[in-house]
């Protein structure tokens, strides 16, 4: 059973399908225990990703245990848990070489994309040895889903690009899961201050109980940061909403000598403000994420110290994944965050 891409607005379709076999000996195939469904889902839907094929299926984070290895996988064999990241990589190529996994010449964002995805009873994932995670003793694997793609991408794409630091004063815009998760992970580096901007006030109120010391709709942004920082402005500035709007309003909040991290996916050009952003010494960072920090995630998770099981806020039976696509694109009416999909 998996659930299908049917083309731009069109509904998703769950089918019966051939189970996935192992086609090169550098690949595994994962049974899901659990799944989730990721905004980027949500804009595959809309056809904003127009190289996707209808009945493609749909999926790139996932938690499973392995059911069968190609003769090259070493690592892992039958039964382990795994948990999937969404970015392929073989290791050994150029750009991973220099961790740039996202641009690996045989990989990158493949799950869901290239090749068939995670929203399925079976999975193939090629080259396994470098795109699969073993499970630690005692994790919950439910709120390990949270690390195949928010977590890296809220830690590598906005608290690393955005060098959040001790004593730094951070503003997240935009307080979906990967702004969520960006707040979780910019508190390991202990800034003094996270902003939280969003006009979802349900989402503003989780964001307090995460940890952000101040929120604010974007329209009291400027007066909430500017109290915070004694008109400064701040150091780090995370834009999670992808729009020229938010990117904008970034750079009205960073302080000078400090980073605006792009972690948006923008569909359309914003703009730069070139003479101020000039004036006030301000970096500007934008990347896939390459979940790289997987590994470090993976060890917090299980010390206990990354609390990703508040994310999600629904669960759902695969059966029901239609359902579950109807909640999470109403995130707002459904005070929806992530929702867990059970295979
Ligand atoms: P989401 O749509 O769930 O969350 C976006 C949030 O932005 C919502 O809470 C919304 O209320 C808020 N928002 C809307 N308008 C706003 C405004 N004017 N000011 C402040 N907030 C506003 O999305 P998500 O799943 O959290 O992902 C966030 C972004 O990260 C998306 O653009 C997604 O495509 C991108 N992303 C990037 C990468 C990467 O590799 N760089 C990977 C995954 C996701
Ligand atoms: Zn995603
Ligand atoms: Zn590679």
């Known amino acids: 059973k998996a659930l299908t891409y049917q083309g731009p607005n069109n509904p998703p379709q769950l089918n019966d399908l051939p189970k996935p076999e192992v086609q090169n000996p550098t690949d595994a195939v994962i049974k899901l225990k659990f799944s989730t469904i990721c905004g980027t889902d949500l804009h595959i839907l809309k056809g904003d990703v127009p190289t996707i094929p209808a009945g493609r299926i749909l999926g790139h984070e996932g938690v499973g245990t392995v059911a069968s290895?190609?003769?090259g996988v070493t690592n892992f064999k039958e039964g382990d848990p795994v948990l999937i990241s969404c970015i392929s990589s073989c290791?050994?190529?150029?750009?991973?070489?220099r961790g740039m996994y996202s641009h690996c010449v045989t990989g990158g964002w493949s799950l869901g994309n290239k090749i068939d995805g995670t929203q399925a009873?079976?999975?193939?994932?090629?080259?396994?040895?470098?795109?699969l995670y073993k499970v630690p003793a005692g994790v919950d694997e439910q709120a390990l889903v949270m690390l195949s793609d928010i977590f890296p991408t809220g830690l590598e794409c906005g608290v690393l690009n955005a060098k959040v630091s001790p004593g730094s004063t951070v503003a997240i815009v935009g307080a979906g899961p990967v702004g969520l998760a960006a707040l979780i992970t910019a508190q390991l580096y202990?800034?003094?201050?996270?902003v939280m901007i969003d006009p979802d006030e349900n989402r503003l109120v989780v964001a307090?109980?995460?940890g952000a010391t101040h929120t604010a709709t974007p329209d009291k942004a400027a007066d909430v940061v500017n109290g915070a920082t004694e008109g400064k402005g701040?150091?780090?500035v995370l834009e999670a909403v992808g729009i020229p709007e938010t990117f904008h309003q970034c750079q009205e909040l960073v302080a000078p000598g400090g980073t605006i991290a792009n972690v948006g996916v923008h569909g359309v050009k914003a703009d730069l403000h070139l003479e101020n952003l000039w004036d006030k010494n301000i970096a500007i960072t934008t990347r896939l994420v390459d979940t790289t920090t997987t590994p470090m995630l993976l060890k917090l998770l299980a010390a206990k110290k990354l609390p990703a099981e508040k994310?999600?806020?629904h669960r759902f039976k695969f059966a029901d994944m239609l359902k579950a696509y109807d909640t999470f694109g109403k995130a707002s009416q459904e005070k929806a965050l992530k929702v867990l999909i059970e295979m």
């Open 190 to 194: 202990s800034p003094s201050t996270i």
């Open 91 to 97: 290791g050994t190529c150029e750009y991973c070489k």
């Open 121 to 131: 009873e079976f999975v193939r994932i090629p080259n396994a040895e470098n795109s």
């Open 208 to 210: 307090k109980g995460l």
């Open 69 to 71: 290895v190609g003769a």
């Open 234 to 236: 701040c150091d780090a």
């Open 311 to 313: 994310l999600i806020t």
